[in-house]
T-cell receptor
Framework: GEDVEQSLFLSVREGDSSVINCTYT??????LYWYKQEPGAGLQLLTY?????DMKQDQRLTVLLNKKDKHLSLRIADTQTGDSAIYFC?????????????FGGGTRLMVKP | DGGITQSPKYLFRKEGQNVTLSCEQN?????MYWYRQDPGQGLRLIYY???????QKGDIAEGYSVSREKKESFPLTVTSAQKNPTAFYLC??????????FGSGTRLTVV
């Protein structure tokens, strides 16, 4: 299938906001997700957004969805060193076997003290 | 607490040896998945199963095999046919649109 695309790397200073971007491919995707992976660990679901929403906020996290451009972003306010990790976006796609997630390649966020 | 458990955390394989990675979930999820992650890379789908006693190949199934005899369990066997098995392996399960729940991973190294 076509790729879900993310930039590879983002570096920010502690206390600044981080914005991680993602471009997805399927205009019929109903749900989009953000996951966080810390070193040597599995992926942790951070948040998800339904396609009829433009924005979703959850504490320091804000998800923005632009369906026209198929663009998804994750904003982390007041970024902390503990936010350093790889962030994956994913879209829910339907195929013959059912609904499955297609993941982007991940964005490595480095937070400098 | 409900969750998904992968074991072992670290596994070493000799050349020509088959090894099996365990994945167990008590979330009552129907679907389960196996992914491979190489250093600095994203996830690549190996196999998935949407229901008990049924599974499908993903993008990189060659050299791997799975079974799904129970809803809770989806073991992955890395066979000797997989020529470059050193990687981090992630198992996941899902229910409807609630996203995937991942295990903590198994790091496999060929020695």
């Amino acid at each position: 299938g076509e790729d879900v695309e993310q930039s590879l790397f983002l570096s920010v200073r502690e206390g600044d906001s981080s914005v991680i971007n993602c471009t997805y491919t399927d205009s019929s995707s109903t749900y989009l997700y953000w996951y966080k992976q810390e070193p040597g660990a599995g992926l942790q679901l951070l948040t998800y957004i339904f396609s009829n929403m433009d924005m979703k906020q959850d504490q320091r996290l804000t998800v923005l969805l632009n369906k026209k451009d198929k663009h998804l972003s994750l904003r982390i306010a007041d970024t902390q060193t503990g936010d350093s990790a790889i962030y994956f976006c994913a879209e829910l796609r339907a195929n013959n076997a059912g609904n499955m997630l297609t993941f982007g390649g991940g964005t490595r966020l480095m937070v400098k003290p | 607490d409900g969750g998904i458990t992968q074991s072992p955390k670290y596994l070493f394989r000799k050349e020509g040896q088959n090894v099996t990675l365990s994945c167990e979930q008590n979330l009552n999820h129907d679907a389960m998945y196996w992914y491979r992650q190489d250093p600095g890379q994203g996830l690549r789908l190996i196999y998935y199963s949407q229901i008990v006693n049924d599974f499908q190949k993903g993008d990189i199934a060659e050299g791997y095999s799975v079974s799904r005899e129970k809803k809770e369990s989806f073991p992955l066997t890395v066979t000797s046919a997989q020529k470059n098995p050193t990687a981090f392996y992630l198992c996941a399960s899902s229910y409807l649109f609630y996203g995937y729940t991942f295990g903590s991973g198994t790091r496999l190294t060929v020695v």
